[in-house]
């Protein structure tokens, strides 16, 4: 999770409108007010944090692995699956010139 990419809503502590934070926000789009850089920081530390520990996060990160294991193991069938096929044909022209 890359956090300065990230964008939280808030409302401003100065003027009360409805803000987009974002990691490198100085100050207030609304108003002007200018925002303390280590608030702003923190903030999203803290909801990065959060996210890395919520349990919606972990488990989109298990079924990702074994989302991972099953396409390699796919990939292990299709392999089977093309030598059994190539072996047949192999088989079926040896027989073929055979008689």
């Known amino acids: 999770m890359d956090i300065k990419k990230e964008r939280i809503r808030i409302n401003c502590s100065h003027c009360?409108?409805?803000i987009?934070?974002?990691y490198?926000?100085?100050r207030?789009?609304?108003c002007g007010q200018p925002f303390d850089p280590e608030q702003v920081k923190s903030l999203f530390h803290n909801y990065e944090s959060q996210v890395m520990n919520s349990k919606f996060y972990q488990a989109g990160e298990k079924m990702?692995?074994?989302?991972?294991a099953m396409a390699e193991v796919g990939n292990s069938m299709q392999s089977c699956g093309c030598t059994l096929t190539l072996i047949t044909i192999f088989i079926i022209i040896v027989l073929a010139l055979l008689l």
């Open 16 to 18: 009360e409108n409805k």
């Open 28 to 30: 207030c789009p609304k």
């Open 64 to 68: 990702g692995k074994a989302g991972n």
């Open 24 to 26: 490198h926000t100085e």
């Open 20 to 22: 987009v934070l974002t």
